[in-house]
């Protein structure tokens, strides 16, 4: 059956649509994740899958190749009130306790079934249609819940609210009483959620969720690790309007700008200006490193950090410009 990644492809130009179009529809900043996603390299989130199925009228089922027809809806009543009834019990509480019910922690759990801990802690926290697709299907198949259980999942959150078609049904003078019970019921909660400034908390402050695609190396080299594709949560604040990928930094080499494990957000170019920081590749190894010139016109990369020599070129070596580093994140 097709994947994923060809059923979006085919959609998208069957609207004649590129994919920046497409990204763009679907408020991304640049047209690589969906060039991923295409590739089969990489794999939306629940809430984008149900964004591509919006876009282009189709089912969340199509698109995962679990049906192959394109507006096929469930018709059979047992099935449908079996996979309904599932769905309303599909929230994080539920998912942890078939967890715990069939392993002895969330830590076995994801190491025993290849993930990271981290990724599945995260999809516990802020819920499965925050949880890239892949994994999303990799924990329903390991608890033994049915793939199209997820699928229906968003199928069924595409709808307006259950309260909308009520409340228009009601005599004027009865929505009336319906508006000014919501509005208590919103003061209400607006009130019990005030946070004092002072103790607002880590976990209260606005995250995203990106992915490292890369390991660069502030010291000596450092060889592209395949697949590499880690799940990481930014403080969005700190995280800059203009990029195309994220890398991790592995040695001291460019302190103090520079620290060990911090992250640097890269607009992909093979052109970086002298004096810039760049990511480079030379003969396989991947640098960040300052981009200089001698009175001679050699080309060199230059460490911030004095203990480390600089890195001549030659022609010899095999070089290749990534990108420019265009901000610097690392955690409190």
């Known amino acids: 059956m097709e994947q994923l990644g060809g059923r979006i492809r085919k959609l998208r130009e069957s609207r004649n649509m590129t994919q920046t179009e497409l990204s763009e529809i679907l408020g991304m900043k640049t047209y690589t994740t969906v060039s991923k996603w295409e590739k089969n390299e990489n794999f939306p989130k629940g809430k984008d899958l149900k964004k591509l199925a919006e876009i282009f009228n189709v089912t969340s089922d199509y698109l995962l190749g679990l049906s192959d027809t394109e507006l096929g809806k469930i018709t059979t009543q047992n099935k449908h009130h079996e996979i309904l009834t599932l769905c309303n019990e599909l929230n994080e509480d ?10 002895s922690s969330v830590k076995s759990f994801a190491e025993e079934n290849g993930m990271p801990y981290s ?24 608890l033994d819940i049915r793939p199209e259980i997820f699928s229906y999942f968003l199928e069924t959150s595409k709808g307006e609210p259950e ?11 009865r929505q009336e009483k319906v508006l000014s019970y919501a509005k208590d019921q919103l003061e209400e909660q607006e009130n019990s ?3 004092s400034i002072f103790n607002k908390s880590q976990d209260d402050e606005d995250y995203i969720t990106d992915y490292v695609e890369g390991l660069v190396a502030a010291g000596h080299g ?14 969005a604040e700190d995280v800059p309007e203009d990029y ?5 930094v592995a040695g001291d080499s460019m302190e103090p700008m520079i620290e060990d494990n911090d992250l640097l957000f ?36 230059q460490s911030l950090n004095n203990s480390y020599e600089e890195i001549h070129l030659t022609e010899n070596d095999d070089i290749r410009t990534i990108g420019e580093v265009v901000s610097v994140y690392r955690e409190k």
């Open 266 to 301: 890269i607009k992909v170019t093979n052109q970086v200006d002298i004096n810039d920081i760049g990511i480079f590749q030379i003969n396989g190894k991947n640098f960040v490193k300052k981009l200089k010139r001698d009175y001679n016109g050699g080309w060199y990369l």
């Open 163 to 173: 309260i909308l078609p009520i409340y228009n049904k009601l005599e004027e003078q």
């Open 193 to 195: 959620n005030i946070i």
């Open 119 to 142: 990724t599945v802690r995260s999809i516990l926290e802020r819920g499965i249609m925050d949880a890239n697709v892949e994994n999303a299907i990799k924990i329903c198949s390991a």
């Open 244 to 248: 195309d990928t994220i890398a991790k």
């Open 222 to 235: 450092t060889f592209q690790e395949d697949n590499l594709h880690m799940e990481v949560r930014l403080r």
């Open 94 to 103: 539920k998912l942890k306790q078939l967890i715990l019910s069939h392993y």
